[in-house]
């Protein structure tokens, strides 16, 4: 069985939030297929009682507990010319070196990188195949907050925007190939960074149908004889 190294910014698990659900699924899809090391970084104090799970699916888990306040004031301490913040806010040395002793220890055959930030650990990494996923164009996200905004926030935003599609643009031209979300995100960055539209493509986020099935008999959490609407998502 060949081996994979999976690259996460946040652990993914439990798959309750739109990059966990997405991350989870590619992990559980790629450990039917190869002996998969995850190395990805614990924001959340709670997330390191699922690390159990995680191991029973991965040959090996390296995960790194970061305060995500400490993680960004660390980021803009340490700000440096041309370089993104966000590259630095998920940064952690000792994820670095679990992944310098993992290829020291054993041939990697495929290195997937789920989310921009992850491809900085990824970067001149020996594997027959390399995948990012970047799922979105996270320097448009910013580009469209710096217009919103107003100064400060706006210079800092302006900035990010640019210095992050910068190492977006250069993380594309290094992996063999680079997912995301949709055929829109696809093409959007296929604008932005037209030297890697060869090397580009989509992934869609899919449907469980086993957990969504209407066959299943869920408790109806809401008063009989109401009307109701449920909206899912991010509401910030």
Same mark, same amino acid.
């Given at each position: 069985?060949?081996?994979?190294? &999976?690259?996460?910014?946040?652990?993914?698990? $439990?798959?309750?939030?739109?990059?966990?659900?997405?991350?989870?699924?590619?992990?559980?899809?790629?450990?039917?297929?190869?002996?998969?090391?995850?190395?990805?970084?614990?924001?959340? $104090?709670?997330?390191?009682?699922?690390?159990?799970?995680?191991?029973?699916?991965? /040959?090996?888990?390296?995960?790194? $507990?970061?305060?995500?306040?400490?993680?960004?004031?660390?980021?803009?301490?340490?700000?440096?010319?041309?370089?993104?913040?966000?590259?630095?806010?998920?940064?952690? +040395?000792?994820?670095?070196?679990?992944?310098?002793?993992?290829?020291?220890?054993?041939?990697?055959?495929?290195? &997937?990188?789920?989310?921009?930030?992850?491809?900085?650990?990824?970067?001149?990494?020996?594997?027959?195949?390399?995948?990012?996923?970047?799922?979105?164009?996270?320097?448009?996200?910013?580009?469209?907050?710096?217009?919103?905004?107003?100064?400060?926030?706006? /210079?800092?935003?302006?900035?990010?925007?640019?210095?992050?599609?910068? &190492?977006?643009?250069?993380? /594309?031209?290094?992996?063999?190939?680079?997912?995301?979300?949709?055929?829109?995100?696809?093409?959007?960055?296929?604008?932005?960074?037209?030297?890697?539209?060869?090397?580009?493509?989509?992934?869609?986020?899919?449907?469980? &149908?086993?957990?969504?099935? +209407?066959?299943?008999?869920?408790?109806?959490?809401?008063?009989?004889?109401?009307?109701?609407?449920?909206?899912?998502?991010?509401?910030?």
């Amino acid at each position: 069985m060949p081996d994979l190294l &999976f690259l996460s910014h946040r652990l993914p698990y $439990p798959p309750d939030k739109g990059e966990k659900i997405r991350a989870w699924h590619l992990l559980a899809h790629l450990a039917e297929r190869y002996r998969v090391h995850l190395g990805c970084l614990i924001d959340d $104090p709670l997330d390191r009682d699922r690390l159990g799970e995680l191991r029973r699916v991965c /040959a090996s888990v390296g995960a790194f $507990p970061v305060s995500p306040a400490a993680q960004k004031l660390r980021a803009l301490a340490g700000l440096r010319r041309g370089r993104p913040l966000t590259v630095d806010v998920f940064f952690h +040395p000792g994820l670095t070196r679990w992944v310098d002793s993992l290829l020291a220890a054993r041939k990697i055959d495929v290195v &997937f990188a789920y989310s921009s930030p992850m491809a900085r650990y990824a970067a001149g990494r020996p594997a027959p195949l390399s995948i990012l996923d970047m799922v979105d164009v996270d320097s448009e996200k910013w580009r469209h907050y710096a217009e919103r905004r107003s100064w400060p926030l706006r /210079a800092l935003y302006r900035r990010e925007a640019a210095t992050l599609l910068a &190492f977006e643009r250069r993380a /594309a031209a290094t992996f063999d190939m680079t997912l995301f979300v949709s055929e829109a995100e696809t093409g959007r960055f296929a604008a932005l960074a037209p030297e890697c539209a060869g090397r580009i493509g989509w992934l869609d986020n899919g449907v469980d &149908f086993e957990r969504f099935s +209407p066959d299943r008999d869920y408790r109806r959490p809401f008063p009989a004889g109401t009307v109701n609407l449920v909206f899912t998502g991010t509401m910030d």
